[in-house]
């Protein structure tokens, strides 16, 4: 098993930024890719960001392209997520997720998943 813990969320001004982070620990060796998805009130969840751990290959959704970054911090055991020119419609619940093997954008490839940290961006 994996265990993902999340932290950083907060509220914040629309313009403003953020720092996600993710703790993992437990059968770490297992993991390929790890990942960010959130979920606004009454909508899916949906994928924002992810990580694969052989070469840090990244990859994101159009919507936060250009905004976000994903990282890893090996010596830490977390993966980061910096998010900057943040929107009203940003606002929602992330979480973090990992997946025993390659993976883009879809839930059902990912194994373990984190509680979620709630993010809020005031207009």
């Known amino acids: 098993q994996v265990q993902l813990v999340e932290s950083g969320g907060g509220l914040v001004q629309a313009g403003g930024s953020l720092r996600l982070s993710c703790a993992y620990s437990?059968?770490?060796?297992?993991?390929?890719?790890m990942g960010w998805f959130r979920q606004a009130p009454g909508k899916e969840r949906e994928f924002v960001a992810r990580i694969t751990w052989t070469d840090s290959s990244t990859y994101y959704a159009d919507s936060v392209k250009g905004r976000f970054t994903i990282s890893r911090d090996i010596a830490k055991n977390t993966m980061n997520q910096q998010m900057n020119s943040l929107k009203p419609e940003d606002t929602a619940v992330y979480h973090c997720?990992?997946?025993?093997?390659?993976?883009?954008?879809?839930?059902?490839?990912?194994?373990?998943w984190g509680q979620g940290t709630q993010v809020t961006v005031s207009s």
């Open positions: 437990g059968r770490t060796f297992s993991i390929y890719t």
């Open positions: 997720a990992a997946a025993r093997g390659f993976a883009f954008g879809s839930r059902s490839a990912y194994d373990y």
